[in-house]
């Protein structure tokens, strides 16, 4: 980058990420004026175009704008279609047709949806709260860019259980097993997230909050509020952030402001500035119909969504088991989990489980004696090693979004109890975990209940206590809950089907 400053040689083209003000994408139509410079001199002018157009295709869209401030020449290569064209596939990589329409060209649909494109390239985004307002739920969103009508939508992922079976276990026979065939869907009728096309021109400040086309018919209204990320200094043990540390990310933001986030310091000061690893929405109920002079507003509420990098929910040959799960809660119904696999050293640096339990002793394989079991093979792939970690991206009043649901320390030979003989599990490996359970309204360690008009808080009234992980296979995990006597399942959600397939069902049955 350094290297092609130089070689423009001009005081008019900077690339540097100063503190005024940003170039505004939407105004570039503006007629090129006398304070171009002169370009004669400089050496990028005289190579041939397809080596400008190489150079110019390693800029970022903002150092593009840059660029057309400088000179007729490359104002007319920056404007060239394709390398906007570019730009917009790289945030949509999923839609291999994609074309510019609603738009005349690729540049007039980038610029339409400048600087939001992040949400559909990132995707996947859990929020702090559910689209009703639980602390302790959250939502799970999907992102995605609707060629047909040119706007970026987020939609909730929603899952019901469906029909339960109930078999025995011949491995232990006291405990009945409920069968678990989740239907995962999208709320298409009610998005969370709707930008239509220059809504950011309206407005051309990345501190205001735009209003969105949501929620008409039920009278909820949302803003949208872009944020910036807290540097590491910046942040401290006591600060309540989202996303909670345990969880990989990119960027956190405070999670707690008495003024719900109204101040400037909680935004962006300018497009170099925006996160586009977090977001809030603003939320309240009006009164008196859209646009009413006298709507009234009440119960307005504030959700921070952030997204997870993808290379933590990605499979792969080392590390088949990690993605989005959605798994089954019983009575609070499905929720939708992260796992992650890593090494047992924790040398990537993933977060480590902040918990000790004096149950390990439950977990040294003695209760399996007289059970039928398989030899273990040797050989193995090399994928079942490592540790790995379950965590909840939505979540209920007993363990909460943001909170590990079970953890694996070791799912190879370190923490193997044997091989399923039995014909339900038959081969399956299984392995020693830890299973996170709490007491109603658990929060941070802490669990608030009422009695004789006192609030009374118990600490610490959330424990791990023994389990079973029963790797049936790379889509399907099983969870021996040992002291409850009961198994529960956990099913791999494979969110790119509904990006790849604008038309994919409303409920999709996993396979």
Request: charged letters at 25%; proline letters at 6%; hydrophobic letters at 35%.
């Amino acid at each position: 980058m350094d290297t092609l400053v130089r070689m423009l040689g001009s005081r008019k083209f900077t690339l540097s990420n100063s503190s005024d003000t940003s170039p505004a994408l939407p105004h570039m139509n503006s007629p090129v004026t006398s304070t171009l410079a002169d370009t004669r001199s400089s050496p990028l002018t005289a190579l041939p175009t397809e080596i400008i157009y190489e150079i110019l295709s390693l800029l970022p869209p903002l150092s593009l704008v840059r660029l057309t401030r400088t000179s007729k020449l490359l104002r007319t290569h920056a404007l060239t279609d394709s390398l906007w064209a570019k730009f917009v596939r790289e945030n949509v990589p999923s839609q291999q047709d994609l074309q510019c329409y609603p738009a005349e060209s690729w540049r007039d649909l980038y610029i339409s949806l400048h600087p939001y494109w992040f949400l559909v390239r990132n995707k996947l985004w859990f929020s702090d709260k559910a689209h009703a307002g639980s602390n302790l739920t959250g939502s799970l969103m999907l992102a995605r860019y609707d060629s047909r009508r040119g706007c970026i939508e987020g939609l909730r992922v929603l899952a019901k259980q469906g029909i339960h079976a109930f078999e025995s276990w011949e491995w232990a026979p006291e405990v009945i097993i409920h069968t678990f065939n989740p239907e995962v869907s999208l709320h298409v009728d009610d998005p969370i997230v709707k930008i239509d096309g220059g809504m950011y021109a309206k407005h051309n400040s990345v501190k205001e909050e735009i209003l969105m086309n949501t929620g008409y018919t039920r009278g909820v209204r949302s803003k949208l509020s872009l944020c910036h990320g807290l540097t590491p200094e910046e942040q401290h043990e006591s600060m309540a952030l989202w996303p909670p540390r345990i969880v990989p990310a990119k960027e956190r933001v405070r999670n707690d402001s008495q003024q719900l986030f109204k101040g400037t310091g909680h935004r962006p000061s300018s497009l170099f500035d925006v996160s586009e690893n977090t977001f809030r929405l603003r939320k309240w109920v009006e009164f008196g119909g859209m646009g009413a002079p006298l709507g009234i507003h009440i119960g307005e509420d504030i959700m921070t969504f952030s997204t997870v990098p993808e290379e933590y929910y990605t499979p792969t040959k080392e590390k088949p088991w990690q993605g989005i799960w959605v798994g089954d809660y019983s009575g609070h119904g499905c929720e939708f989990l992260l796992l992650i696999q890593s090494a047992v050293d924790k040398s990537s640096g993933l977060p480590k489980a902040s918990f000790q339990t004096p149950l390990q002793h439950h977990l040294d394989g003695s209760d399996l004696q007289g059970r039928r079991s398989l030899p273990v093979e040797k050989g193995e792939d090399g994928s079942c090693t490592g540790r790995l970690e379950a965590i909840k991206l939505t979540g209920d009043p007993n363990v909460p979004r943001g909170e590990y649901t079970w953890v694996a320390e070791d799912i190879g030979s370190g923490g193997l109890l044997r091989v399923a003989g039995e014909k339900i599990f038959k081969g399956a490996r299984v392995v020693k975990s830890l299973g996170h359970c709490a007491a109603r309204d658990f929060r941070d360690g802490e669990h608030s209940y009422s009695s004789v008009g006192l609030t009374i808080t118990d600490f610490f009234t959330d424990q791990f206590i023994p389990a079973q992980l029963i790797m049936v296979d790379h889509d399907t995990l099983a969870q021996y809950w040992q002291d409850f006597g009961h198994v529960s399942f956990y099913r791999r959600v494979d969110i790119d089907q509904y990006l790849r397939n604008p038309d994919v069902p409303t409920a999709a049955r996993l396979p």
